[in-house]
């Protein structure tokens, strides 16, 4: 999330770029589910077991508010998928967010980071926004020297940055946003039925409704796969051996309010980056992995079910009948072509609901490696990997 | 009746004929699978799923996600032959003025040039395949679909095949 603070996030990100040298060697070793490639690491922020453990530690700390009152798990809950279950987040001094929590399942594959902001592509980078950006306030960190003041009165700290940076001041910026970058990296959701079912050929990990749902989510008339495709279901991802990839961005016709822009500000999609009208209303089409439990849906959190985000594209575009937002999103002039409506009955309706259902990864919503709770990260569940 | 009412009676013509698909049970609807071959050919014809199985057999590998995945299936130039399409020796004057149209049970269509299908001519791997590593394809692409491993993009694997017909240009 966050992508209103592309240019917090820069600003901020100058006097703590990430230093570029050459990546250290590295054995770590990836827990990865059948069928996922390994995701592209930074050279200059190599992976290892003791970064992703200290990752985890910072990213459950409310010491990374101002305030003490949130982490950065607050708006990325693991039972829900890394989402806050939230129309929109909620900062840690109370200021709402313009949209939603995106999931941070299968984050380390991601072309785009954030709803619209296409500049935004380092974990390392999008890690600085929630911590000191103030439009809104997040974390609301004062500070990157502020914070590291704070993390430097924690002996654990001392110890731990030391573990994995060395002894020569080792609490930095730079080395929180690594080592929080690298336990995201493992947040890796792929163990789901679908999974089950798609690459350890077990049939009976999934309904026949749910397969019958599937040939309707890759079917033309619905063509739920060009944007949501791929092992993430998302939009483009990015990993070890395949040329860097263009993030995609969609305008779905969610809204058509009348005006110079059809969107409501401040989420005006990727136009609020480049202003240009074609980019109006576009947003990343985030992974439907675990999209069951993420509701509600769409980057403002504005359609509540999954049945209503079926109905909106069915309707090829939202129509909002009265109120500010009043519009028919079908006749959106920068809609998608890809979005141009189909008919469903109720009962295809309910196949595609139990084909994404089939999509929550029960192990990974509990998996302790990425909880708050004592387990080393190195200690995998045994139904993972 | 206004383009919009059109669109509106195709997407429901659509909407019908895949529900009526979705109704046939996986195994059912494999088993009873059929693959027309028709248009400018000699000898039209409706191949089963147990004729391609005893046609002469391809694998080719694709890269998806990253992993390599094996497709076994028939050439399409074979598939073509078989139904008396002009390959080979003749594949000049009018045979290379025409295409092939591949389309699925979803309304998707794909073309192909007779000729780059024809491996004589161009060497093609394009295949229809059965059978994704070592196993039935999943029910969302099969029971056969088009894998074109030369091609750099996905867009014409089309899935679910159901027809392919031959066109020549007019003259």
Same mark, same amino acid.
């Given at each position: ?20 040298? /050459?990546?250290? !060697? ?100 999008? /890690? ?26 924690? /002996? ?12 020569? *001041? ?29 690459? +350890?050929?077990? *049939?009976?990990?999934?309904?026949? /409704? ?29 990993? %070890? ?6 993030? %995609? ?29 074609? +980019? ?5 089409? !985030? ?23 079926? %109905? ?9 009948? &009265? ?37 929550? *990864? ?20 045994? &139904?993972?990997? | ?54 046609? @002469? ?10 992993? =390599? ?20 020796? =003749? ?10 149209? #591949?389309?699925?049970? =979803? ?8 000729? $780059?299908?024809?491996? $004589? ?14 196993? @039935?394809?999943? =029910?969302?692409?099969? @029971?056969?679909?088009?894998? #074109? ?20 240009? @007019?003259?």
């Amino acid at each position: 999330m966050i992508p209103r603070l592309l240019a917090a996030g820069l600003v901020l990100s100058t006097p703590v770029a990430i230093a570029t040298r /050459a990546a250290a !060697p590295t054995d770590y070793v990836w827990h990865l589910p059948p069928g996922f490639p390994t995701p592209r690491v930074p050279a200059n922020n190599p992976m290892s077991d003791a970064k992703v453990a200290l990752g985890r530690r910072l990213f459950y700390d409310a010491r990374l508010s101002n305030n003490g009152r949130q982490s950065c798990a607050t708006c990325h809950s693991q039972v829900l998928a890394f989402t806050d279950g939230r129309a929109r987040a909620i900062g840690s001094t109370g200021e709402e967010h313009p949209r939603g929590s995106m999931s941070l399942a299968n984050v380390a594959y991601a072309a785009a980071l954030t709803w619209a902001n296409p500049s935004m592509a380092q974990l390392e980078d999008q /890690a600085l926004v929630p911590m000191f950006g103030d439009h809104p306030v997040e974390l609301g960190l004062a500070s990157p020297a502020d914070l590291v003041a704070r993390l430097k009165t924690v /002996a654990k700290y001392a110890e731990l940055f030391g573990a994995v940076y060395g002894p020569d *001041d080792p609490i930095t910026i730079d080395n929180v946003t690594r080592a929080i970058a690298c336990f995201e990296r493992t947040i890796i959701s792929g163990r789901s039925p679908y999974d089950r079912y798609h690459f +350890d050929r077990d *049939d009976s990990a999934v309904s026949d /409704a749910a397969r019958r749902g599937e040939k309707l989510f890759f079917s033309q008339p619905l063509s739920c796969f060009r944007c949501h495709g791929g092992f993430n279901f998302s939009g483009a991802v990015d990993f %070890e051996g395949r040329a860097p990839q263009q993030a %995609e961005f969609h305008n779905t016709g969610l809204y058509n309010i009348a005006g110079l822009l059809s969107y409501p500000a401040p989420n005006t999609g990727v136009y609020d980056v480049t202003k240009k009208p074609e +980019d109006v209303g576009k947003f990343k089409a !985030p992974t439907l992995r675990n999209i069951a439990v993420t509701a509600p849906y769409m980057h403002d959190g504005s359609l509540a079910t999954l049945d209503e985000v079926i %109905e909106h594209y069915a309707a090829g575009g939202r129509t909002i009948a &009265d109120g500010p937002y009043k519009g028919i999103g079908h006749d959106n002039p920068y809609k998608s072509p890809i979005v141009r409506g189909f008919t469903i009955s109720a009962e295809q309706k309910s196949d595609l609901i139990a084909f994404l259902n089939t999509l929550t *990864d029960e192990a990974f919503l509990r998996d302790p490696a990425l909880s708050s709770g004592p387990t080393s990260p190195a200690a995998r569940s045994p &139904d993972r990997n | 009746m206004s383009s919009s009412q059109k669109r509106g009676n195709v997407a429901s013509v659509a909407a019908r004929t895949l529900a009526c698909l979705m109704l046939l049970a996986p195994a059912v609807a494999a088993a009873q699978a059929t693959l027309q071959v028709t248009g400018s050919v000699s000898s039209p014809v409706l191949l089963t799923a147990a004729d391609l199985k005893a046609m @002469p057999r391809t694998t080719v590998t694709l890269k998806q996600d990253g992993r =390599d995945v094996k497709y076994e299936g028939v050439l399409v130039g074979a598939v073509l032959a078989r139904a008396g399409a002009t390959l080979g020796r =003749d594949m000049t004057g009018a045979a290379v003025a025409s295409y092939v149209v #591949a389309s699925a049970s =979803d309304g998707y269509r794909a073309v192909f040039s007779l000729a $780059e299908l024809d491996p $004589e001519f161009t060497g093609s791997e394009i295949i229809v395949a059965d059978t994704v590593d070592g196993k @039935p394809l999943f =029910d969302y692409q099969g @029971p056969f679909r088009i894998v #074109a491993p030369r091609d750099t993009r996905g867009a014409r694997g089309v899935r679910m095949l159901q027809k392919l017909e031959v066109v020549r240009l @007019p003259k």
